[in-house]
């Protein structure tokens, strides 16, 4: 869901390591045209960040609009 991306089971029980899962992932999104390095990228620092801090930033977003 993270992702945008559908990977169907065959391809995850096919790479049952998670570096394959990731792979896959990244295989089917770049075929979907996604950009699931730049998404994994954005959640990571979402992650890092506290509530405040999105807030702010989300705020700066819309008034830079």
């Known amino acids: ?21 990731g792979a896959s992932i990244v295989a089917t999104g770049t075929d979907a045209g996604v950009d699931v390095p730049g998404i994994a990228e954005v959640l990571i620092q979402l992650e890092q960040m506290s509530e405040e801090e999105v807030l702010q930033q989300l705020q700066s977003q819309v008034s830079d609009q």
Not at 1 to 21: C, H, I, K, N, Y
């Open 1 to 21: 869901e993270s992702f945008q991306v559908d990977v169907s089971l065959r391809s995850l029980f096919g790479a049952p390591t998670v570096a394959g899962w």
